[in-house]
C-alpha cells in the first residue's frame, strides 16, 4: 500500500483533531479563584461567565454546570416534568416515554433520556447539513403521534434545520431540548445556536471550540427553569437554616476554577471560530479535483462554528470496507480509498482523525431503540423491520466519510501535508 509521497515528511509533534488552545488569562482567572479563596462551586469566575455567555448566545439566563452532560440531564428533567407532570418518586421525569433524538452525534446528547426513564428513538439525518432530517422528523410522528420532547443536535458546528423542526414540534405541542455542546457560536438565520430550543445545552469539554478542561451551561430565557436547574444543580437545597430538601439533587455545579478558565477562553471564542473556518476553507480548496465533498452547510441561512472539517468520499471513488464492532478491514484499490485507510495514512504520520460519529441507531447500547428514515421505514419497538423503501442515511455517512485534523493550532504547514497525504490515497 502507497502512503505518501517523498514532500511528506511525518511530523514529529502529533496535529490532534480538536484540543485545548490556552491564551494565558485562564490562569490569571484561575489564580484569582484561589487567592481569594473562591476555590469551590461559588464566586467571581461563575458570576461572570454565566453573564458573558448569556449576553454572546443571546439568552436570558445562563446556569453554569460541571459538564454538557449534566445540562442535557436537567434539561430533560425539565421537559419531562413540564409535559408529564412532576417525576415520581423512584422514577424519572420521561417514566417510558419515547422521544426523538438526532441519530448522528455524541452519545451524550442520547444518555439523559435514558437516565430520565424516557426510550429514545432515533431520526435519520439529511444529507444537506448531517442533522436530523425534518421529512423523518415527520415520518415519526406519523408513526408515534404522541411524543412530546424531542433532542437536537447540531454536528460538528453545523447549524441543522431548525425552523422546519420547530414547526413540525410546534405542530404537536412538543418541547425542544437543543444541544448545542458542539456548535457555540454557530448561527442560524443571525441567531445564535444554544437560543432556539425550550431548554439549550452548551459545552466546555476540552476538545470544544473553547474550554473550561471540563463544564456545560444551560441557557433559556425563562428565570423559574434557570432557578430549578440551579436549585437541582446544588443538591436541590431548600432556603433554610439546615439542609434542606423536598426534592432530588445533583452535584452538577461548575467549580469557581474550571470557571476561570472558562473566563479566559470567551474572549477568543470568535478567533477560534476564524481558526477553524480557515482550516475548513484549505481543506476544501486542496481537495479540489478528488471524487470527495467536505460537511456541508445551507451557506443562505446558516454560518457553523466550523468546529471539525469533514470529508465524505463520493461512492464511485470508495475502496472495499468493512467496519465491525471495534475494528475495521479495507482493501486498498488503485484510483479509490475509504475513510480507514485514510484515517490508518494519517495515525502513521501522527495525525489525529476519527471516522464520522456512529450513528446511535447502530450502537449496541440502542440496539433495541426505534429508528425512522424519511421514507418512514426503518426500525420499531421490537426491533421488527419497518418496511418501504429504506434509505439510511446515518449508515452511508458513517462508511463513506471522516472527520479530519481539526486543531486550530495545525500550522498552515501541517495541513498542507495532511491534504497531500489524503490526496496519495487515491493514488
Ligand atoms: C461534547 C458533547 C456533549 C457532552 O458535553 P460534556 O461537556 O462532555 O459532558 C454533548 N453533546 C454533544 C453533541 C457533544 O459533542
Not at 165 to 194: F, R
Not at 408 to 417: A, F, L, P, S, V
Request: charged share 25%.
Amino acid at each position: 500500500m502507497f502512503i505518501g509521497n517523498e514532500k511528506c515528511v511525518p511530523s514529529e509533534k502529533k496535529i490532534w483533531l480538536s484540543s485545548p488552545t490556552m491564551h494565558g488569562e485562564e490562569l490569571t482567572f484561575m489564580k484569582e479563584a484561589f487567592d481569594t479563596n473562591w476555590m469551590s462551586t461559588v464566586g467571581e469566575n461563575l458570576n461572570v461567565v454565566e453573564k458573558q455567555i448569556a449576553e454572546y448566545v443571546g439568552v436570558k439566563y445562563a446556569v453554569a454546570l460541571s459538564a454538557g452532560t449534566a445540562s442535557l440531564h436537567l434539561a430533560m428533567k425539565l421537559a419531562g416534568e413540564k409535559i408529564y407532570g412532576q417525576t415520581e418518586y423512584g422514577k424519572g421525569a420521561l417514566n417510558g416515554k419515547k422521544v426523538f433524538c438526532s441519530d448522528i452525534t455524541f452519545d451524550a446528547t442520547v444518555n439523559p433520556v435514558v437516565y430520565e426513564g424516557g426510550i429514545p428513538v432515533f431520526i435519520d439525518t439529511e444529507r444537506d447539513t448531517w442533522n436530523m432530517d425534518p421529512e423523518a422528523l415527520k415520518k415519526a410522528f406519523e408513526i408515534y403521534p404522541d411524543v412530546k420532547v424531542i433532542v437536537v443536535a447540531h454536528l460538528y458546528g453545523t447549524p441543522g434545520k431548525i425552523d422546519e423542526i420547530k414547526a413540525i414540534a410546534d405542530a404537536h405541542g412538543a418541547v425542544i431540548v437543543e444541544d448545542a455542546a458542539e456548535s457555540l457560536g454557530a448561527k442560524y438565520k443571525g441567531k445564535e445556536t444554544g437560543s432556539f430550543g425550550d431548554y439549550n445545552c452548551i459545552s466546555f469539554n476540552g476538545n470544544k471550540i473553547i474550554t473550561g478542561s471540563a463544564g456545560g451551561m444551560f441557557l433559556t430565557d425563562s428565570k423559574a427553569d434557570a432557578d430549578r436547574v440551579r436549585k437541582w444543580s446544588t443538591q436541590s437545597r431548600e432556603a433554610a437554616l439546615w439542609y434542606q430538601h423536598e426534592e432530588l439533587g445533583y452535584n452538577y455545579r461548575m467549580s469557581n476554577v474550571v470557571a476561570g478558565v472558562v473566563r479566559g477562553q470567551i474572549p477568543y471564542l470568535d478567533e477560534h471560530i476564524a481558526q477553524k473556518k480557515a482550516i475548513y476553507e484549505r481543506y476544501k480548496k486542496g481537495f479540489e479535483g478528488l471524487p470527495v465533498s467536505m460537511n456541508p452547510f445551507d451557506g443562505d441561512n446558516s454560518e457553523p462554528n466550523y468546529w471539525l472539517s469533514c470529508m465524505l468520499i463520493n461512492e464511485d471513488a470508495m475502496c472495499r470496507q468493512v467496519m465491525g464492532e471495534s475494528e475495521g478491514l479495507y482493501i486498498s484499490e488503485k484510483g479509490k480509498t475509504c475513510p480507514l485507510e485514510i484515517l490508518e495514512v494519517l495515525a502513521k504520520h501522527n495525525a489525529e482523525g476519527r471516522p464520522i460519529w456512529k450513528p446511535m441507531h447502530m450502537q449496541p447500547v440502542f440496539r433495541n431503540n426505534p429508528f425512522i428514515t424519511r421514507s418512514g421505514s426503518g426500525r420499531g419497538m421490537t426491533n421488527a423491520y419497518i418496511a418501504g423503501d429504506y434509505e439510511d442515511v446515518g449508515i452511508d455517512l458513517f462508511n463513506r466519510g471522516l472527520c479530519l485534523p481539526s486543531d486550530n493550532k495545525m500550522t498552515e504547514e501541517e495541513q498542507d501535508m495532511i491534504i497531500e497525504l489524503v490526496r496519495s490515497c487515491f493514488n
